[in-house]
C-alpha cells in the first residue's frame, strides 16, 4: 500500500476506535445504576463507578502521550492499552460484587488513557488546515457510538442464560460484549494500523540532508520562531549558539562532514519536550480560560449525566428500554449538533461559537433549576419540562466542545501539541471525575448541585468577557510565519 492507502486505513481504524468507545459509554451508562443496585451498593457507588474509569484515564493519559512522543509510535501503545479494555469488560461481566465492579471500570480506564497519544498522532500526521475537520470527524465517531450504543441494549437486555460459572442477563451482557469488540479491535489494529511518518518527515525528510549542507540557518531560524512563544532567553541563547556552530560546520566545503555536527543540533531541535516550558505554555491566560472552560463544561455534564438515570426512575418510571432510547434520541440531537456549529464555524470566529455555547449552557442549567429541582404539575408537564432540560444542555454541547479545542490548538505551541492535547484531555478527565461524585451523592438535593453548577458557568463567562480579545491565534505566530516567507 502507499502512503495515501496507510493513512486512510490509520485513520478508518482509528475512528473505529473512537466508535467503540462511545458504545461502551452508551451500554453501561443506562444500566450500571441497575446494576449497582442488584449488587446491594449504596447511591454514591454510582458516582464512584463512572469516576473510576476517568481516574485511570487521567493518570496514564499523560504516560501514553510521553511514550509515543519520545517513540513516534502510537500502534504498540494501542495494542497495549486494549489489553486493559478487554481484561476490565470481562471483569464488568463478572460481576460477584460492588467493588469488582468498581475495579472494572478502574481498569478499563487505563485504556482509555490511550486517547492522548492518539491526538498527538493525528496532529503530526495532518496539515493545521485539515486538522479541524479531522478532530470535527473522530468526536463525531464517538457521538456516533454514543447513538448507535444504545440499540445494543435493546437485544442485550434479553440475554437470560448461564455462560460456564458466570450469569449472563442485561445487567452483565454490556460486559461481556464489549469485552468482545475490543478483543475484534486488537485484529483490526494489527491488519490496517500503520504508524505512517509525520507531515514533516514524509513531505520534508528528503530535503533534510540538502537543507543540513545548503541552508541550515533558514531551517533552524524556522524552528527557533515556531517555539518563540514557549522558551525562555537562556534556552534561546543555548539553542542559537549551537545552530552557528552547526551553520559553520556545514558552510565549510573543506571539511568532511561530521556525523557529530550534522546530526546533534538536529536531534536537540526535534525534541520539542527538552526545550519546552510548560509553566510560559499553559499559565497564559487565554489558556488557562480554555482550560477552565473543559473543566467545567464536562463537570457539568457528567454531573447531569449522572443525575439524569436516577431522576427519571424516580420521576417517571424509565427502566433500562426507555433510558436506551432517550440517550439514543440525545445522539441524534448531539450530531447535527455538530453538523450546525461546523456550518457555523465557516461564518464566525471560535470564540463566538464559544460565546454561544456558554449563553445555551448557562440557559439550560437556569431551566433545570427552575423546573427540575422542585417539580410542579402533572406527569405529562414534568416530562415536558425535563425534555426541554435536556434538549437545551445538548443543544451548547458541540459549541463549547469543538470551539475550545479548536482555539486550545491555535494558541498552543504546534510542535508540542500531543502533549498539550493531553494536559487538555487530564483537566477534562478530572472533570468527568468530580462531576459524577458531586452529583451521585446529590441527587436528592438538586437546588445545590444545580447551583453550583450555575455558579461555575457564570465563572467562566465571566472569564471570557475579560479575555475575549486575547482568545485568537497569537500574533506572534503569523509573524512568524510572514519572517519565513520573506526569507
Known amino acids: 500500500m502507499d502512503y495515501r492507502q496507510k493513512k486512510n486505513c490509520t485513520f478508518f481504524t482509528i475512528g473505529l476506535i473512537f466508535l467503540l468507545s462511545g458504545i461502551e459509554y452508551a451500554v453501561i451508562l443506562p444500566t450500571i445504576w441497575r446494576y449497582l443496585q442488584i449488587l446491594e451498593a449504596p447511591p454514591y457507588f454510582l458516582g464512584l463507578g463512572l469516576s473510576a474509569f476517568s481516574l485511570s484515564g487521567l493518570l496514564t493519559g499523560p504516560l501514553f502521550g510521553l511514550w509515543s ?20 469488560s470481562f471483569m464488568y461481566f463478572m ?13 478499563a480506564g487505563i485504556g482509555a488513557g490511550a486517547g492522548s497519544s492518539i491526538f498527538g498522532f493525528l496532529t503530526r500526521s495532518t496539515r493545521p488546515e485539515e486538522r479541524a475537520g479531522v478532530f470535527a470527524a473522530i468526536m463525531a465517531c464517538r457521538q456516533g457510538g454514543l447513538l448507535i450504543g444504545p440499540a ?4 442485550l437486555r434479553l440475554c437470560d442464560f448461564q455462560l460456564g460459572p458466570f450469569v449472563v442477563n ?4 454490556p460486559g461481556i460484549f464489549m469485552c468482545l469488540m475490543w478483543i475484534l479491535l486488537q485484529f483490526v489494529v494489527l491488519a490496517l494500523y500503520w504508524d505512517i511518518p509525520p507531515i514533516s518527515s514524509e513531505e520534508g525528510g528528503i530535503a533534510v540532508g540538502v537543507i543540513e549542507e545548503e541552508e541550515p540557518l533558514v531551517r533552524a531560524e524556522e524552528t527557533l520562531e515556531t517555539y518563540g512563544t514557549v522558551w525562555d532567553d537562556q534556552i534561546e541563547t543555548t539553542l542559537s549558539s549551537e545552530i552557528h556552530h552547526f551553520q559553520d560546520h556545514s558552510q565549510c566545503p573543506s571539511s568532511p562532514p561530521s556525523s557529530t555536527s550534522s546530526s546533534s543540533p538536529p536531534s536537540t531541535i526535534s525534541n520539542p519536550l527538552t526545550i519546552f516550558n510548560a509553566s510560559q505554555e499553559f499559565l497564559r491566560e487565554e489558556v488557562v480560560v480554555l482550560l477552565t472552560a473543559q473543566f467545567i463544561t464536562l463537570f457539568n455534564q457528567t454531573a447531569l449525566e449522572t443525575m439524569v438515570t436516577p431522576l427519571t426512575q424516580r420521576s417517571f418510571g424509565f427502566g433500562e428500554l426507555a433510558n436506551s432510547l432517550m440517550y439514543s434520541l440525545c445522539g441524534i440531537e448531539v450530531i447535527l449538533g455538530f453538523f450546525l456549529v461546523r456550518g457555523l464555524s465557516r461564518q464566525v470566529e471560535d470564540r463566538v461559537v464559544l460565546a454561544v455555547g456558554l449563553v445555551i449552557c448557562s440557559v439550560a442549567c437556569v431551566w433545570c433549576l427552575i423546573f427540575l429541582a422542585n417539580p410542579q404539575g402533572g406527569y405529562s408537564w414534568e416530562l415536558a419540562t425535563f425534555i426541554i432540560g435536556v434538549f437545551l444542555q ?16 491555535k494558541v498552543t505551541a504546534e510542535k508540542t501539541q500531543g502533549f498539550s492535547q493531553g494536559v487538555r484531555r487530564s483537566v477534562g478527565g478530572l472533570a468527568t471525575i468530580l462531576g459524577p461524585l458531586w452529583a451521585g451523592g446529590l441527587t436528592g438535593n438538586l437546588y445545590l448541585m444545580l447551583g453550583v453548577m450555575l455558579a461555575l458557568l457564570l465563572m467562566i463567562t465571566v472569564m471570557l468577557i475579560l479575555s475575549y480579545d486575547r482568545l485568537v491565534e497569537p500574533k506572534v505566530v503569523q509573524h512568524a510565519q510572514s519572517s519565513d516567507n520573506g526569507e
Not at 512522543?69 to 476490565?88: A, P, Q
Not at 454541547?397 to 482555539?407: G, N, T
Open 152 to 155: 445494543f441494549n435493546l437485544f
Open 69 to 88: 512522543d519520545r517513540t513516534r509510535t502510537t500502534k504498540t501503545i494501542i495494542l497495549y492499552s486494549n489489553v486493559f479494555e478487554i481484561v476490565g
Open 394 to 409: 445538548l443543544l451548547g454541547l458541540p459549541f463549547v466542545a469543538v470551539s475550545q479545542v479548536s482555539l486550545f490548538s
Open 95 to 107: 460481576g460477584y460484587s460492588k467493588w469488582l465492579l468498581l475495579c472494572s471500570r478502574l481498569v
Open 170 to 173: 442485561n445487567y452483565t451482557s
